[in-house]
């Protein structure tokens, strides 16, 4: 058989595109080289964020939209608890990254944010303790991602609409041959199709090797609930804060997750590849969590219930690469999404379907091509 598009990575990315493109009634083979939804890639710890008011870039909003459009419709149409509406709040100095991103991207966007004083923000949040001098700006239209239970959703749905997926069939090569069809060739099995798209996350520093990516070791931890009054009466919102040097993200206790989740997003080395990567969590992972815990969320236990090691692919700008494969008509690729792409993942998914089918796509992602990378 020769498919019509062969996705290599059936991670988050890769299990959205498989399903988008089976929707489409197009012959679709997805390869993993691991088994379904596993916890060796980017995909994995119980939970994601999504939020609205990008601070990253304003041009990511109307992705962002699009997705959480996606993500409602998945969950209805699979009956499978996916998304959790819960605040986001933006936490950090005027002058920082943070706090002028988000409103910079909600004045764009004209979207509804409640901008607070520390002394306000105090009011509605005690659990918190930030300097007098910050910002906490509160987006109601953000939520949490059940990150495994999205991608097996996925993988699930385009079984059904006639998806041929292969696990545990790692990918070595493939060529393009003289007729232009791709032959993919994995450890035991080689694959002929009309057109490749490589979703392989964190393994694109060897797929994509034009492309100037990196990979960063994080650790994701889990701490206790707390029970006073404080915790049981005011919901625990998601968080991103800036502290100097670094920044921390939270996310309440949410689909089966053991605890709150707290981790530093970045500030580890850059790695050259996915094998590098110490997938031991060390005791030294958990001090600067220890640090901001004891600085900005005083009541939280500071003690993990559990930690796990997870990958960010990083581009030199940190925002997503999306583009054709130089020199090679057929073949897509979505890498590089550093740190905060699995939102996007069902809009990722409509690009790389249009790209194969229409050549072409509606959705404004031109910002996301690699020639702004040139000379990086
Ligand atoms: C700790 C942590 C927290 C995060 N928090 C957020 C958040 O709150 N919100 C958010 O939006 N994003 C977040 N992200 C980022 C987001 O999770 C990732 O950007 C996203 O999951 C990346 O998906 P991916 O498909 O590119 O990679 P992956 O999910 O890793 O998928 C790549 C797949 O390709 C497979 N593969 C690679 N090579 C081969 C081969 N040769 N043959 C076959 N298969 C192969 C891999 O096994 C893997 O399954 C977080 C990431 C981490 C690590």
């Known amino acids: 058989m020769i498919a019509d598009v062969i996705v290599l990575g059936l991670g988050g990315m890769g299990s959205a595109t498989v399903y988008e493109l089976a929707r489409r009634n197009l012959q679709v083979i997805g390869i993993e080289q691991f088994p379904a939804v596993h916890a060796r890639g980017s995909s994995h710890g119980y939970t994601r964020i999504i939020r609205e008011a990008y601070y990253e870039h304003p041009d990511y909003v109307p992705l962002v939209q699009r997705s959480m459009h996606s993500w409602q419709q998945l969950e209805n149409q699979s009956g499978v608890s996916l998304l959790d509406r819960v605040p986001c709040v933006s936490i950090g100095p005027e002058s920082g990254e943070l706090i002028p991103g988000v409103r910079r991207s909600a004045a764009v966007h004209r979207l509804a944010i409640e901008d607070y004083s520390a002394v306000d923000f105090q009011a509605i949040a005690p659990m918190f303790r930030i300097p007098q001098d910050w910002r906490a700006i509160v987006e109601p239209r953000a939520g949490v991602l059940a990150v495994e239970s999205c991608v097996r959703t996925y993988l699930h749905l385009a079984q059904q609409l006639g998806a041929e997926l292969y696990f545990e069939c ?35 520093t060897r797929w994509l090797p034009t492309v100037p ?6 650790v994701q931890h889990w701490l206790p609930m707390p029970t006073d009054e404080t915790w049981r009466t005011t919901d625990f919102p998601t968080f991103l804060l800036e502290a100097p040097n670094s920044y ?8 089966g997750s053991p605890g709150i989740k707290i ?11 996915p094998a590098q990567v110490d997938w031991e969590v060390r005791e030294a992972d958990f001090s ?9 969320l005083p009541d939280l236990q500071a003690t993990p219930i559990a930690s796990q090691v997870c990958m960010y692919t990083i581009s030199p700008d940190l925002h997503f690469c999306l583009d054709q494969l130089h020199g090679a008509a057929n073949v897509w690729f ?12 069902p809009v990722i998914a409509e690009v790389l379907a249009d790209w194969c089918e229409f050549g072409t796509t509606q959705w404004p992602v031109e910002f996301l091509r690699t020639s702004r990378l040139a000379g990086s």
């Open 213 to 218: 990516l990196t990979v960063m070791r994080q």
């Open 263 to 273: 981790a530093q997003h970045f500030g580890a080395p850059e790695l050259q590849s």
């Open 170 to 204: 790692p990918g070595v090569d493939w060529q393009i041959g003289s007729d232009g069809l791709i032959t993919v060739e994995t450890e035991s099995a080689t694959f002929t199709t009309r057109r490749l798209i490589l979703t392989v996350g964190a393994w694109a």
């Open 248 to 255: 921390f993200y939270g996310i309440p206790q949410r689909f």
């Open 334 to 345: 979505a890498a590089g999404f550093s740190g905060h792409g699995f939102k996007f993942a």
């Open 288 to 296: 600067p969590i220890l640090q901001a815990v004891n600085q900005y």
